[in-house]
């Protein structure tokens, strides 16, 4: 046997266990796991610092910013972006709400005036979107929280669409609505809308919190671990599919965001069958 073919099949018989694995629990579980093992010392000192960082920024504020929905806003040196992403956060149908802006240490640009907009900057840059989110969820108080990218846009009835959906008796923990996905120019390149389902997420990357309004719980927070844009799955992932372990989370088929695709970016990649990371 030629010696290329011999080491094609000590390949193939070297990746049956893996092959295996991934049948029996889903590719993006496994990957997860092997995050929490070797990015784990990242996510002590990114925690603590979190920590710190909530208590500053809260006797800064003093009363915590409170209502009926509180908008989680993240960002780092995108002013423009950030300003557009604010207006349609502020210019949702749902009124009672508060809108968060948490700078991850690069300085915050002018922003629109208004009452129910609260923005603050970290100390110093942590490069974790999730410690940055999770600040800004310890620094509210509502009874749900959304998130908005400083690069993405809602559609004004954005809010209106989940809370129709939450607040009724019987209704989810959690909704997350279609994406509209565009590209650069302002064209859009596809919309992204599949059903829940916990045991399909192990296998193909759908979620994107941009799109996700969920109840306030316990369970409501971003990993801490450092996520270069190499590391998958994302941070999104990782909340919705750990929220849906004890609470119900349903899709709202509607698009209501605007949802950027940056070459620079990491995206989803959907052909209405397969998407991927």
Do not use: C
Not at 45 to 64: I, N, Q, Y
Not at 157 to 176: F, I, R
Not at 180 to 209: C, I, N
Request: charged share 30%; proline share 8%.
């Amino acid at each position: 046997m030629p010696p290329d073919d011999r080491e094609d099949i000590m390949h193939r018989i070297a990746r049956v266990p893996w092959e295996l694995l991934k049948r029996a629990f889903g590719w993006l579980v496994l990957f997860e796991a092997r995050n929490k093992v070797l990015l784990a010392p990242s996510a002590v000192g990114l925690r603590r610092f979190e920590d710190a960082e909530t208590t500053r920024l809260a006797a800064v504020l003093g009363s915590p910013p409170a209502a009926r929905v509180a908008t989680v806003i993240a960002t780092h040196r995108r002013p423009e972006a950030l300003r557009a992403a604010v207006r349609s956060a502020l210019g949702q149908t749902v009124a009672d709400q508060v809108v968060i802006v948490v700078d991850d240490g690069a300085g915050l640009p002018e922003l629109p005036s208004d009452p129910r907009l609260f923005a603050v900057s970290l100390a110093r840059n942590t490069a974790t979107a999730g410690v940055v989110r999770n600040v800004g969820i310890r620094l509210t108080r509502s009874r749900y929280v959304a998130f908005l990218d400083d690069d993405n846009l809602w559609e004004p009835d954005h809010l209106e669409q989940a809370l129709a959906v939450l607040e009724p008796p019987g209704g989810p923990d959690a909704v997350y609505t279609a994406l509209r996905r565009v590209l650069p120019d302002g064209s859009e390149r596809d919309v992204l809308s599949v059903p829940f389902d916990r045991r399909r997420s192990a296998r193909e990357a759908f979620l994107d919190t941009n799109a996700f309004v969920a109840r306030r719980t316990r369970s409501l927070y971003f990993s801490r671990l450092r996520r270069t844009p190499e590391v998958l799955p994302r941070e999104d992932w990782e909340l919705v599919r750990r929220y849906a372990r004890r609470h119900e989370v349903r899709h709202v088929p509607r698009p209501t965001v605007r949802y950027l695709v940056n070459p620079e970016s990491f995206y989803t990649v959907w052909d209405g069958q397969t998407p991927t990371g």
